[in-house]
């Protein structure tokens, strides 16, 4: 994704992600939470990125939005 957003800078475009989780069969079930995100949950961490007033300086970032982090 950091080479996306190096190449598309200069077009005024911004490459960035949100990161919900990894693999599908046990989705959710490594984090803290012990449960996937709910959309409600993962929608701020989209909204962020989204408007340029609040992330026009933010770019090539995969925002790690999966409730923490088992091991």
């Known amino acids: ?11 005024g475009i911004r490459v ?4 919900p ?7 959710g079930a490594g984090s803290d939470m012990g449960r996937p995100a709910q959309p409600e949950e993962i929608a701020p961490a989209h909204a962020y990125l989204e408007p ?3 992330s026009s300086y933010v770019r090539g ?11």
């Open 61 to 71: 970032v995969a925002l790690p939005v999966m409730g923490g982090s088992r091991g």
């Open 16 to 19: 960035n992600a949100v990161a």
């Open 1 to 11: 994704m950091s080479l996306a957003a190096q190449q598309l800078l200069a077009r």
């Open 52 to 54: 340029p007033v609040m």
């Open 21 to 27: 989780g990894k693999e599908m069969a046990s989705f």
